[in-house]
């Protein structure tokens, strides 16, 4: 006997779920990722959301709520003022959509939190959206991961960011930003005196995008943690932003991570050298912690004897 398709049925119970929430002051968090909601259940609970005064986060993750749920989200977001934490992630939202949810992430300023990752924002996508960051005076966390921004809309969305004074952590991994993206990125770190943590990890980001980037790197006083993984940027990249590190006397960094490549004797000493002046620095490869603050750092790059016996005896 074939499955009963969850739709009309789920779609039922989010309808009961959120009359029953209209007026309640108890619950603070509504965790309904992954329900099959669509578009029409999405609607309901944004209705509720207009009427209720308790709910702080929300999580609508993977529930394919599509152009529809983007224009009810949008909406709520238009009355709403207590949610601050709010995760839309794997909701098929498109270019299309995001010009719905550009329009709320402009007005509102008490969202604080915001997953728009695992979607399908595009060019469109990055230029609505980033034009909504610039004027955004609310968010402090974006995480807009697994998307599809490239050229023109990466760089849309970087400026956007250069312009933005409350933003503090950014997720841009899984991308297509490239050395275009990279640049303006370079840009909005010169621009911004707010942003914590970056993480630009697997954006095809080449030699060229990793020494634009670190420009702004060179000039930034407030990023603290970068995240650059799976970007193509070989060892004069590496080079590039350590050395960014070196000119820059304010720097706040605390961690950098470099793709895991083989390392150059120039990118090793290198690495020393800025562990020397910035001893409170983690830098790691691929995001292992193979690589830790000074006290071990010369382990790691001298070849190590092989230790036969336990595991718990061998050196890490």
């Known amino acids: 006997m074939g499955q009963p398709m969850p739709g009309p049925f789920l779609l039922q119970g989010a309808k009961a779920l959120a009359l029953s929430l209209m007026a309640n002051t108890s619950v603070v968090s509504l965790d309904l990722a992954d329900n099959w909601l669509l578009g029409e259940g999405a609607a309901a609970i944004a209705e509720m959301l207009k009427e209720n005064h308790s709910i702080s986060a929300v999580d609508l993750s993977d529930n394919k709520m599509g152009i529809e749920g ?12 207590t949610v601050v934490v709010l995760r839309l992630s794997g909701n098929e939202f498109d270019d299309h959509a995001a010009k719905y949810l550009a329009d709320a992430i402009t007005a509102n300023s008490k969202v604080e939190v915001l997953d728009l990752s695992y979607n399908k924002f595009g060019h469109k996508a990055g230029e609505a959206l980033g034009a909504a960051i610039a004027e955004n005076i609310g968010l402090k966390e974006l995480k807009i991961s697994w998307n599809h921004l490239h050229s023109e809309g990466a760089v849309a969305l970087a400026k956007g960011v250069g312009a933005n004074v409350f933003l503090k952590v950014l997720d841009v991994s899984y991308n297509g930003f490239g050395n275009s993206g990279a640049a303006a990125l370079g840009e909005a770190l010169r621009a911004n005196n707010v ?17 634009r980037l670190a420009v702004g790197l060179r000039e930034n006083k407030t990023l603290k943690i970068l995240r650059m993984i799976r970007n193509p940027m070989q060892n004069e990249g590496c080079c590039g932003l350590l050395k960014a590190l070196q000119a820059n006397s304010g720097t706040g960094m605390e961690i950098l991570d470099l793709p895991d490549i083989a390392w150059s004797k120039e990118l090793a000493e290198l690495c020393e050298a800025v562990q020397t002046l910035l001893p409170n620095l983690l830098l790691r490869r691929g995001g292992s ?3 830790q603050r000074k006290s071990l750092l010369a382990v790691e790059l001298r070849p190590q004897p092989k230790v036969l016996g336990n595991s718990h005896n061998a050196v890490p």
Not at 70 to 81: C, D, P, Q, R
């Open 289 to 291: 912690t193979r690589l």
């Open 70 to 81: 983007a224009k009810a989200i949008s909406a709520m977001l238009l009355e709403n003022t």
């Open 195 to 211: 942003l914590e943590e970056l993480n630009v990890s697997n954006n095809r980001i080449s030699v060229e995008g990793a020494l």
